[in-house]
């Protein structure tokens, strides 16, 4: 991968449509490195400003746009992660990442209830490296690690590419990467796409899930929770939610059922959740809740239920129904 540098004496300048043309790709990349779609979208945005800030001949000078845009986005994402440590050290109650609805549910971009062509949603490719499960590993490593992870593992660039991009030597991003790596084994997070039988069988999980809570069977809940299931929830102090992790599947039942007695009024919908089977919770066609699931062994091993307002603006209005 090229990065800025050299002279561009007799030929033509970066091709504006080829520089806009990063943006999917570094929407990818940014969401990935951050579990926000907004902190993405922001940090993209910071990227291309810092690209049109430049004088017209340093822009000119650029052997790869696409390599300078990648660059200043890891850099800046890496900032980001730095600050967000913080921030979230205050974040009243667990903090989740994001979900995503699948492209074809997006309804927080332009135009009403629909997607278009500047929506990120539709930009975001939805693969096991966007599973709830994947991205809550994320979370728990270093900024550096999360970065040259991101970098290697998922984008597939060389460790040279991603030391010049990190500004870090090879082999310290080589042994950034190989300490992620650890991390994503030992929590046995998913790293490859369910086949289609699976898939189906999950979807059928989690159908199963969704029925057994409308008819408020504690038994039936019970009996699709594993026993040592865990419950997340995040609310970030502006709804109700559990402040901490509800663990056990007979509590986790008992919990659900509380909620479905005290909210009232809600329509769950089966959803794609960050590109695998979930459920959305509305009332009055606004979604209040967006529930991940990760299922193993026939169970549900963990939910996490993303509640804050602030992160559910892809979802405000429901799809269009078949």
Not at 106 to 121: E, F, I, K, R, V
């Amino acid at each position: 991968m090229s990065t800025p540098g050299g002279t561009a004496a007799g030929r033509a300048g970066p091709d504006l449509g080829a520089v806009v043309g990063e943006r999917r790709q570094l929407i990818n990349l940014a969401y990935r490195m951050l579990g926000s779609l907004a902190e993405a979208e922001d940090a993209v945005q910071e990227t291309y400003t810092r690209w049109y800030a430049m004088p017209a001949r340093q822009r000119e000078a650029v052997v790869s746009p696409g390599a300078w845009l990648t660059t200043v986005a890891s850099r800046v994402c890496l900032d980001v992660l730095g600050s967000a440590r913080a921030r979230r050290e205050r974040y009243v109650g667990e903090w989740i990442p994001e979900p995503l609805p699948d492209r074809t549910e997006w309804a927080g971009g332009s135009g009403a209830g629909g997607s278009g062509p500047g929506d990120p949603a539709d930009r975001v490719t939805l693969d096991e490296s966007v599973g709830m499960a994947f991205l809550v590993v994320l979370e728990a490593m270093t900024p550096a690690e999360r970065v040259a992870f991101v970098l290697h593992d998922v984008f597939r660039y060389s460790f040279a590419e991603v030391a010049e991009m990190v500004g870090r030597s090879p082999a310290a991003c080589r042994q950034l990467a190989s300490s992620a790596r650890r991390r994503v084994r030992a929590a046995g997070a998913p790293t490859a796409p369910a086949a289609a039988g699976e898939a189906a069988r999950q979807a059928g999980l989690v159908r199963r899930f969704k029925e057994a809570w409308e008819a408020k069977d504690i038994g039936a809940l019970v009996g699709l929770l594993a026993p040592d299931a865990t419950m997340t929830a995040d609310g970030g102090g502006l709804v109700g939610a559990a402040l901490r992790p509800v663990e056990g599947g007979a509590d986790i039942a008992r919990y659900l059922l509380h909620l479905a007695d005290r909210a009232g009024g809600l329509t769950l919908l089966e959803r794609t959740v960050n590109g695998q089977p979930g459920l959305v919770a509305q009332r009055d066609g606004v979604t209040v809740t967006v529930a991940a699931f990760r299922l193993d062994g026939g169970r549900v091993t963990h939910i996490w239920a993303v509640r804050n307002p602030e992160k559910l603006r892809p979802w405000t209005t429901p799809p269009n129904e078949p």
